[in-house]
């Protein structure tokens, strides 16, 4: 069965200092995706990367960036120099090729708080 | 519309009434997604239409939950006979059919059974 573990629950930082969200998953299928979504106060999830499971290379996008790592199973999220508005919940999810990718399966989230 | 619009966005009930949850997909969008996310907790799968039928509903806690998409478009979460562990915040997200994978989800609406 697919499982997500996220067993930071939360993160205190200050502005301006890197952080790391770890993201644990679990799987029996090949074929499968990884993302991770922001949860701002105002309750929105926003789609944040989609990782497909045959794409193991690291990918950058402004301050953030991701490392997949199959081997131990792990799709962690960093964030480099930090800003307030980097304070919400974020969480790492699956799909899975046997469900037609169709259902997500999120972790229970990180919450981060980024103080000025 | 431009995004994912829920409504309410805030639902206050009686234990064993019913309610319904409406959801506005983004105009084309053919894949509506719910979900319910407890307090502290990931948004869990309850079901997914592709069109108008539910292509899965797996995640449907129980028979007091059932969801309709009567023309392919909006649909509505209905929940009977409610009961306090239903309280949750309840998302809607859709998808155009080939994605298949990552969707934009609305702002939810957040019911609360007392």
């Known amino acids: 069965a697919q499982k997500v573990t996220q067993a930071q629950t939360e993160i205190s930082v200050v502005e301006k200092e890197d952080v790391t969200l770890d993201c644990v998953y679990e799987t029996r299928d090949t074929t499968y995706y990884l993302f991770w979504y922001k949860q701002p106060p105002s309750g929105e999830l926003v789609f944040l990367i989609r990782?497909?499971?045959?794409?193991?290379q690291n990918e950058i996008s402004g301050r953030y960036s991701w490392n997949f790592q199959k081997s131990t199973s792990s799709f962690n999220f960093t964030i480099t120099a930090s800003q307030v508005v980097d304070s919400a919940v974020y969480f790492c999810?699956?799909?899975?090729?046997?469900?037609?990718?169709?259902?997500?399966?999120f972790g229970t989230g990180t919450r981060l708080l980024v103080s000025p | 519309g431009a995004g994912v619009s829920q409504t309410p966005s805030n639902k206050v009930t009686e234990k064993g009434k019913y309610v319904e949850l409406r959801c506005d997909p983004i105009s084309g969008h053919t894949a509506l997604y719910w979900y319910r996310q407890s307090l502290g907790q990931g948004p869990e799968f309850l079901i997914y239409f592709q069109g108008t039928g539910a292509a899965d509903d797996s995640g449907l806690p129980n028979d007091r939950f059932f969801a309709v998409r009567p023309e392919g478009s909006v649909s509505t979460l209905k929940i009977q006979r409610t009961e306090r562990g239903d309280s949750a915040v309840y998302l809607c997200a859709s998808s155009l059919m080939s994605q298949g994978y990552g969707y934009t989800f609305g702002s939810g609406t957040r019911l609360t059974v007392v």
């Open positions: 999810a699956l799909s899975e090729g046997n469900t037609g990718f169709q259902k997500l399966v």
């Open positions: 990782r497909n499971s045959f794409d193991e």
